[in-house]
T-cell receptor, first 112, second 112 residues
Framework: GQNIDQPTEMTATEGAIVQINCTYQTSGFNGLFWYQQHAGEAPTFLSYNVLDGLEEKGRFSSFLSRSKGYSYLLLKELQMKDSASYLCAVASIKAAGNKLTFGGGTRVLVKP | NAGVTQTPKFRILKIGQSMTLQCAQDMNHNYMYWYRQDPGMGLKLIYYSVGAGITDKGEVPNGYNVSRSTTEDFPLRLELAAPSQTSVYFC???????????FGSGTQLSVL
């Protein structure tokens, strides 16, 4: 089976930086996704890592270490609109249909 | 380009009633999924399909059925609704396995 852990909630100030950690245990690792989900809305894709290292996309970056089973999502220059839940999801080739397993999500609250 | 269209947005069912949640995508994606999301929790996979005529169970299939007669449509059927099926349901699609998911806008279902 797969196990994904991420913090339940984080609070940060507008303009600051927040790092959301995700640890996972899986066999047949085939990539890690981050999704953003605003309250009452559907998740939307943020980033994908399959190799070790940092992927940067504007204010958002995602890091992966496969040997440690660890990823983080870094949000820089926080804006009020970044208040949302951030879902870590792991793909495994050993999971039927290479399906994703989602963590419980980290709710980020950005305060003025 | 509509993406993934999901209906209805809201529904209240009485215990024992049945209903079908509709999902359609116009991106010619092979893979389609149904997830449920309980409050404060991550997404749990109910059923998925890798192409027309092919469906398979996910993590939480009990109480649900699906069909995939065309590439575009992937309806989810609830038979004999139970309070435990109160949740938000998301349909999603991807071109192939391991690629990012595109989500529908969700259906909030209450079984009373």
């Amino acid at each position: 089976g797969q196990n994904i852990d991420q913090p339940t909630e984080m609070t940060a100030t507008e303009g600051a930086i927040v790092q959301i950690n995700c640890t996972y245990q899986t066999s047949g690792f085939n990539g890690l996704f981050w999704y953003q989900q605003h309250a009452g809305e559907a998740p939307t894709f943020l980033s994908y890592n399959v190799l070790d290292g940092l992927e940067e996309k504007g204010r958002f970056s995602s890091f992966l270490s496969r040997s440690k089973g660890y990823s983080y999502l870094l949000l820089k220059e926080l804006q009020m609109k970044d208040s949302a839940s951030y879902l870590c999801a792991v793909a495994s080739i050993k999971a039927a249909g290479n399906k994703l397993t989602f963590g419980g999500g980290t709710r980020v609250l950005v305060k003025p | 380009n509509a993406g993934v269209t999901q209906t209805p947005k809201f529904r209240i069912l009485k215990i024992g009633q049945s209903m079908t949640l509709q999902c359609a995508q116009d991106m010619n994606h092979n893979y389609m999924y149904w997830y449920r999301q309980d409050p404060g929790m991550g997404l749990k996979l109910i059923y998925y399909s890798v192409g027309a005529g092919i469906t398979d169970k996910g993590e939480v299939p009990n109480g649900y059925n699906v069909s995939r007669s065309t590439t575009e449509d992937f309806p989810l059927r609830l038979e004999l609704a139970a309070p435990s099926q109160t949740s938000v349901y998301f349909c999603a699609s991807s071109y192939t396995h391991g690629e990012k998911l595109f989500f529908g806008s969700g259906t909030q279902l209450s079984v009373l």
